[in-house]
């Protein structure tokens, strides 16, 4: 998928107020995923989190949409703001991922930067940044010129920007995202480094992706008799997978 939807969230006030109340009522573990156009936002979208913090498992800061315009800087291309934005966040008392960005060949340094400054774990990745011209208007397609590349083709360079964190960086929580469609495509984001993964492009397809990826993996794993998950997460680092 190419998309340039942007980021249309209603904000944390209209988030708390009608999304937060049903997302508990249906017992879902939140993580709420918040971006600004300034520093100074990103403090503020915290701050109002800390007051539902009890109904919150962790805050996913989004330093990498593609898709604002204008001249918008993507904070996480530059370590030093990343981490200057992670740190504010603690004001939300929180545990923090930061998502990063794979259009950037500073990735591992920025990574360590922004845990460093107390993200205990970085999503990876948000989406690469493509582009698509009509052929019959000879015009670019999308309203913004660029947009985010998700979904299958993806995945390589998610394993690839995974592979790389996890290399620099044992201990960290990595978040893996990135054309995760099957449970193999999900064990290969886990076999590079991911803790954990998420399931995005794939739910435009079949809504129900994720529920049936986590039956496959199910099955996957007792096909293999791998009892936890840990035996996979960065096995790729460890000699490759031993069933
Ligand atoms: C239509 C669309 C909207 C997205 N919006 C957001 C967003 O608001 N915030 C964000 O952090 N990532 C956003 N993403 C990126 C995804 O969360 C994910 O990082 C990326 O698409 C790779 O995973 P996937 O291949 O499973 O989609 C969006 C992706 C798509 C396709």
Known sequence: MLNAVGLQGAGVKSFVEHDLPRLKKANAKV???????????????????????????????????????????MFSHDAKLSAQIVELCSASNLPLWAKLSPNTSELV??????????????????????????????????????????????????VR????????????KI???GGVTSAETAVELMLAGADAVQVGTATFADPKAPIKILRDLKKWAKKRGIEDWSQVTSAAHRGGFKP
Request: aromatic residues 4%; hydrophobic residues 50%; charged residues 10%.
């Open 31 to 73: 993580v709420a995923s918040i971006w600004g156009h300034s520093v100074d936002d990103y403090l503020q979208a915290a701050k109002m989190l800390f007051d539902v913090r009890d109904q919150i498992a962790a805050i996913e800061i989004n330093l990498s949409c593609p898709n604002l315009g204008g001249n918008h800087v």
């Open 109 to 158: 340094e920025i990574a360590r930067a922004v845990n460093s400054a107390g993200a205990q774990a970085v999503t990876l990745v948000n989406t690469a940044i493509g582009m698509a011209i009509d052929t019959n208007s000879g015009l670019p397609i999308l309203g913004n010129v660029r947009g985010g590349l998700s979904g299958s083709a993806l995945h390589p360079i998610a």
């Open 161 to 172: 920007c995974i592979y790389d964190v996890r290399a620099a960086l044992p201990n960290i």
């Open 175 to 177: 978040i893996g995202a």
